[in-house]
């Protein structure tokens, strides 16, 4: 019985993993659009955002007080909680502090192979700079997180596979 509730848990987890990852890839490839294909910048995107979310809400008001209903939610009122923000600073603080602290060691010199590890990898950003747009090498790598987020929350299906398939051929060499 706990081992159902478990299995349940960690299915309802993969599939937000996923969903993650597929919003991510949505969001993904609609900035890429808009930067690359149409050439615009960032803020022009951010500002037809903007726009659109404007527009959406002032119809909804509209549509609200046309049909006499009243708002669902009051905007004032949202706001994240102080854990939530601790969390989010303090991960974006470690990512930070670990990328500078791989950098430092590499700049002193004390360890050779981070140098030279180091150096080749920015050469070879530089490289990949010059030939590819950074939009494009932004969106590969947004590609390349999903996929790995996808393939992560598909693992509990693989080992349940796995399990399966073990048992299969345990019941196969008891029959020989």
């Not at 900035?31 to 404007?54: A, E, K, P, W």
């Not at 008001?61 to 708002?71: E, M, T, V």
């Not at 996808?150 to 029959?175: D, G, K, W």
């Amino acid at each position: 019985m706990e081992d159902d509730a478990q299995q349940q848990q960690e299915q309802e987890q993969a599939q937000r993993q996923g969903g993650k990852a597929m919003v991510m890839l949505i969001s993904g490839t609609l900035v890429y659009y808009h930067c690359s294909f149409r050439n615009s910048s960032f803020l022009s995107l951010l500002s037809d955002v903007f726009l659109v979310i404007l527009c959406s809400l002032a119809i909804l008001g509209l549509l609200f007080r046309h049909f006499n209903i009243s708002a669902p939610v009051d905007p004032l009122e949202w706001q994240i909680s102080q854990d939530t923000a601790n969390n989010i600073f303090a991960c974006l603080a470690n990512t930070v502090g670990a990328a500078e602290s791989v950098l430092r060691v590499a700049a002193t010199g004390h360890d050779k192979r981070l140098f030279v590890r180091v150096v080749i990898c920015l050469y070879l950003l530089s490289v990949l700079g010059r030939i590819v747009s950074g939009v494009t090498v932004a969106y590969a790598g947004l590609c390349l997180i999903c996929l790995y987020m996808f393939v992560e929350s598909s693992l509990p299906l693989s080992s349940r596979l796995s399990q399966y398939l073990a048992r299969r051929e345990n019941a196969v060499e008891a029959q020989d």
